[in-house]
């Protein structure tokens, strides 16, 4: 099939470049932008009890606003606020209120408490001012997050000529530095990832053409899979967490390099051989067309199993993803060889060295090593693997998005000097809603509630209940002792301020404890669930691909185990990392699941690759041993090039400056060189090699066929 493939492209080379060029410009002009969200709430599903909450407060509470945007006052070079100092704040307060966007905030700032007085901190050096968001408004939304930039923009006209600083921090500026934060990260990535595939490649291949091939092909590609990507979102509402085309970015560039060198290097190997060029790209995707197609299938298949999680942030990137390494692969098998077929050997300028058959110094004594000796090989590195696995029972998962903002941005200062100066809770109070149900309450029937909740561990204070206008529902306000986006606050929340909650809510009715740590311990008991959900059928539709690959019950079984001790070794790599040297409290919980997907899809490229030459050998004559050393020998650079390119791409992600990106960007680069110079570079072919013939029961896809020629086109 891929031979006939071959022979379509080759022959109407020009139109299959012309078809790309074309529906490129055409989703160019006409697909919808890509958008993501940051509002954590969009990610749950309703039957959470913090849904719950936050729908109750939306009906029957409308008049509640949450904080849209905190404003952190001191004096311009640190000291007391003097009674004038307060005086000019609230003077800039009153100033401030209508120029503020009704779209997006209330048009007030609020700097008194409940009593009257003034927000001031317990030293008098810091003012506090609230201003809640409109009702329609979530604080995250492209409209928001521009009024957010001119809310800053007012502040610093106003606080012109004053002795006054002013800081924002909320939800608003947050967003805003997000999305600054993202937009930089974005670009630092890009920019890094094709400065890394241009050296790589130059290194490897010394050609032009060659360094400028999967830059070219993948910006046209990145055009079409970015318009299906927002077609998509657009048609079943999908919605992606603000990192999202950071990670496009890379798995664009680092999948279709490596698809790209999988071709590269079969086309250069027949070359050397005295093929003509487009008989040579003909032969070329029959032998690696199938184990392109196979790596491309069992990474679509990853992600795609992100469909299956309760969180629609896994639900929405997961197609996304998978419509990238799609349209990656389509180009593939179809672009990259009619470009190829149509520059001919001019691919290769200037370099002469393509002619020559390397000697393969290292890997022929890599291959050498894993025939002769396959025991001692699969013992040493699945050893390796091993114990660095060990250390992932250290994981620790944390939901402190806070951290995923870099360090010296406003918000984040703000919020720092928001935490040393009141409690650290007060910007962002839980609220606690209670559904009646029919029953006859009075806010008197809650004083055991409030109680309750009040000499619950990691509780500053209580507000009073109040009730709405019908009666039908009751909302408190319970402000925390810990930074409400901490591990500590979200326990608190999970634990013992919902066992109150629930106990001493009168009979017949029903209690909620929302708010950001709500939200998030739910999203936890959500992920332990996708956890024993999304893993096991990932790992078994990408079984049945290599099953039906390989026509083998057996080599499926050590090849996905193999896998996923790669997993657990990027896993406690990454503990080690940054828990243990690093000093950090946890990782953010979304982690392995990200190393799961991405090391089990990608790492499982590799094995494929490798076994698919491993057979391709064996059908050749040559006995188990000498086919794992020969394949070993003759796969091995093209696996190792693959597998450093696609590692440096990954770690470029390290560059985006926040917690969040760098730990992900080390992980996967870390389980990429795993997967690609230990697990297939040593740890599969040393298996394979010792279980023998048995490894390919009951297909016995190993046994010796004759030479079969496929046909060329002129």
């Known amino acids: 099939?891929?031979?006939?493939?071959?022979?379509?492209?080759?022959?109407?080379?020009?139109?299959?470049?012309?078809?790309?060029?074309?529906?490129?410009?055409?989703?160019?002009?006409?697909?919808?932008?890509?958008?993501?969200?940051?509002?954590?709430?969009?990610?749950?599903?309703?039957?959470?009890?913090?849904?719950?909450?936050?729908?109750?407060?939306?009906?029957?509470?409308?008049?509640?606003?949450?904080?849209?945007?905190?404003?952190?006052?001191?004096?311009?070079?640190?000291?007391?606020?003097?009674?004038?100092?307060?005086?000019?704040?609230?003077?800039i307060a009153g100033k401030l209120g209508p120029e503020l966007s009704k779209?997006?905030?209330?048009?007030?700032?609020?700097?008194?408490?409940?009593?009257?007085?003034?927000?001031?901190?317990?030293?008098?050096?810091?003012?506090?001012?609230?201003?809640?968001?409109?009702?329609?408004?979530?604080g995250y939304d492209?409209?928001?997050?521009?009024?957010?930039?001119?809310?800053?923009d007012d502040i610093e006209s106003l606080t012109d000529g004053t002795d006054l600083e002013i800081r924002t921090t909320g939800t608003v500026p947050q967003s805003l530095d997000s999305q600054e934060s993202g937009d930089k990260t974005l670009l630092i990535v890009g920019i890094a990832t094709v400065v890394l595939i241009i050296g790589l490649l130059a290194l490897i291949f010394r050609s032009v053409l060659i360094c400028?091939?999967?830059?070219?092909?993948?910006?046209?590609?990145?055009?079409?899979?970015?318009?299906?990507?927002?077609?998509?979102?657009?048609?079943?509402?999908?919605?992606?967490?603000?990192?999202?085309?950071?990670?496009?970015?890379?798995v664009l560039y680092g999948v279709g390099t490596d698809y790209i060198l999988f071709f590269l290097f079969r086309h250069r190997e027949r070359l050397r051989q005295g093929a003509a060029v487009k008989d040579s790209v003909i032969h070329s995707l029959d032998r690696a067309g199938e184990a392109i197609a196979s790596a491309g299938g069992a990474v679509i298949v990853s992600f795609m199993a992100l469909i299956l999680?309760?969180?629609?942030?896994?639900?929405?990137?997961?197609?996304?993803?998978?419509?990238?390494?799609?349209?990656?692969?389509?180009?593939?098998?179809?672009?990259?060889?009619?470009?190829?077929?149509?520059?001919?050997?001019?691919?290769?300028?200037?370099?002469?060295?393509?002619?020559?058959e390397p000697q393969h110094g290292t890997f022929k004594k890599f291959g050498d090593t894993v025939g002769k000796r396959p025991g001692m090989i699969a013992l040493a590195s699945g050893g390796v693997m091993t114990v660095i696995a060990l250390a992932a029972l250290g994981f620790n998962p944390s939901f402190d998005f806070a951290s995923s903002l870099p360090k010296g941005v406003e918000s984040t200062e703000a919020q720092h000097t928001l935490e040393d100066h009141f409690s650290k809770g007060a910007a962002d109070p839980v609220p606690v809603l209670v559904d009646t149900q029919g029953e006859d309450v009075t806010a008197e029937d809650l004083a055991p509630l409030k109680t309750a909740l009040g000499e619950a561990d990691g509780v500053d204070k209580v507000s009073d209940p109040v009730a709405s206008k019908d009666g039908?529902?009751?909302?408190?306000?319970?402000?925390?002792?810990?930074?409400?986006?901490?591990?500590?606050?979200?326990?608190?929340?999970?634990?013992?301020?919902?066992?109150a909650a629930h106990k001493y809510t009168p009979d017949g009715t029903e209690a909620y404890v929302g708010g950001t740590p709500g939200i998030f311990a739910d999203m936890s008991k959500a992920m332990a669930r996708d956890y024993k959900v999304v893993f096991p059928v990932a790992a078994i539709v990408i079984m049945l691909i290599l099953a039906l690959l390989l026509r083998s019950l057996v080599a499926p079984w050590y090849l996905m185990a193999a896998v996923g001790l790669g997993f657990a070794a990027t896993l406690g790599a990454t503990v080690i990392a940054f828990q243990h040297i690093g000093g950090e409290p946890g990782l953010i919980f979304m982690l392995p699941i990200y190393i799961y997907l991405f090391v089990t899809a990608l790492g499982t490229d590799y094995n494929i690759l490798m076994i698919a030459r491993l057979r391709e050998e064996a059908r050749e004559g040559r006995e188990p041993r000498a086919a794992a050393a020969f394949a070993v020998k003759e796969a091995g650079p093209t696996i190792a090039s693959a597998g450093v390119i696609l590692a440096g791409t990954f770690g470029s992600l390290m560059l985006g400056g926040n917690t969040l990106?760098?730990?992900?960007?080390?992980?996967?680069?870390?389980?990429?060189?795993?997967?690609?110079?230990?697990?297939?570079?040593?740890?599969?072919?040393?298996?394979?090699?010792?279980?023998?013939?048995?490894?390919?029961?009951?297909?016995?896809?190993?046994?010796?066929?004759?030479?079969?020629e496929v046909e060329t086109t002129t």
């Open 1 to 91: 099939m891929f031979g006939a493939l071959g022979a379509f492209v080759t022959r109407f080379r020009w139109y299959v470049i012309a078809a790309w060029v074309v529906i490129a410009v055409l989703v160019g002009a006409f697909a919808p932008a890509l958008e993501s969200t940051q509002d954590n709430s969009e990610f749950l599903p309703d039957h959470y009890e913090s849904i719950k909450a936050m729908n109750l407060q939306s009906d029957e509470f409308a008049q509640a606003s949450a904080p849209g945007a905190i404003l952190i006052v001191e004096r311009d070079g640190g000291g007391k606020l003097s009674g004038d100092d307060q005086k000019a704040a609230m003077d």
């Open 103 to 138: 779209k997006t905030f209330q048009q007030t700032v609020v700097m008194t408490d409940e009593k009257g007085n003034p927000n001031l901190s317990a030293d008098g050096t810091v003012l506090l001012g609230v201003i809640p968001l409109a009702e329609d408004a979530s």
């Open 142 to 152: 492209p409209q928001n997050i521009d009024d957010g930039k001119d809310l800053r």
């Open 212 to 250: 400028l091939l999967p830059i070219v092909t993948v910006a046209l590609v990145s055009v079409i899979a970015t318009g299906a990507i927002g077609w998509a979102n657009k048609v079943f509402d999908l919605k992606a967490d603000s990192s999202v085309e950071q990670i496009l970015v890379v």
């Open 309 to 356: 999680s309760s969180l629609s942030i896994f639900r929405a990137i997961g197609p996304a993803l998978a419509i990238a390494v799609f349209v990656t692969l389509l180009a593939a098998l179809t672009l990259v060889p009619a470009i190829v077929s149509l520059l001919g050997k001019a691919l290769f300028w200037p370099s002469k060295s393509w002619q020559r």
């Open 472 to 499: 039908s529902a009751y909302q408190l306000y319970v402000t925390l002792t810990d930074d409400p986006t901490s591990d500590a606050a979200q326990d608190n929340v999970a634990g013992p301020i919902r066992d």
């Open 661 to 708: 990106i760098v730990s992900m960007g080390f992980a996967l680069a870390i389980g990429i060189l795993l997967a690609a110079f230990v697990m297939a570079m040593f740890f599969t072919p040393s298996l394979t090699a010792l279980i023998g013939h048995a490894a390919w029961w009951p297909g016995h896809g190993d046994e010796e066929r004759p030479h079969r």
